[in-house]
């Protein structure tokens, strides 16, 4: 069995727990129960690091709704972003409304790739939902409509959120020490 190496930082530290994760996803999925209550809503979940919020955040939700993936990489394996996203999806969103549902942005640049890939196809809306925003280090425009918490510039864990693949099964969300 193939074995990422183990992790070199000290313990995460944690930053928000699973219960108030949990209370800020509820009152996200009421939110968007109402707005999106007239028409059929697609979540596009962006893997790997959205996978847990998006299962939560669907659960949340009191609509009906359809859940597709894409696959968004902006990072190496290192704590600093390469500057390309790469994007893969085989989405059929025509004249559809949909929201993205992502982890965490940053500098905002995978965000904003992705809605202007998403736009070739021309859907009757483009949303974003993110778990976590790290506002202050924005450097490319991107329009986030719902937001769990904003963050400090911390490196942040857990929750789906990884690093070098690694503390994605942390039920809670934390950060390593600088
Ligand atoms: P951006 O393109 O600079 O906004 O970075 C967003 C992407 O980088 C997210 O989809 C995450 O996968 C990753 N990322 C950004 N900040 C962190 C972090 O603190 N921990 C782990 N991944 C992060
Ligand atoms: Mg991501």
């Known amino acids: ?20 994760i949990q209370q800020r996803i509820t009152e ?30 669907a659960r949340a939700l009191t609509i009906p709704c359809v859940i597709n993936f894409l696959y968004a990489s902006s990072y ?38 992705i809605v202007s890939e998403l736009q070739k196809q021309q859907p009757a809306s483009v949303k974003a939902c993110v778990l976590l925003d790290k506002a202050e280090a924005r450097k490319f ?16 864990v857990g929750y789906g959120i990884d690093f070098n693949e690694h503390y994605r099964e942390l039920p809670y969300v934390a950060r390593l020490e600088d």
């Open 1 to 20: 069995m193939q074995t990422n190496s183990i992790p070199p930082q000290n313990e995460p530290i944690p930053l928000f727990s699973a219960a108030e």
């Open 28 to 57: 996200l999925g009421a939110e968007i129960s109402r707005d999106y209550a007239q028409c059929e809503l697609h979540l596009v979940g962006i893997m790997k690091g959205a996978f847990i919020f998006m299962a939560d955040l």
């Open 76 to 113: 190496g394996s290192e704590q600093t972003s390469s500057g390309h996203v790469r994007i893969e999806h085989d989405l059929d969103i025509h004249g559809k409304h949909v929201l993205l549902i992502e982890d965490i942005v940053d500098t905002g640049l995978t965000v904003n790739r």
């Open 141 to 156: 425009p991107a329009d986030i409509h719902y937001t769990g918490f904003r963050v400090p510039k911390y490196f942040v």
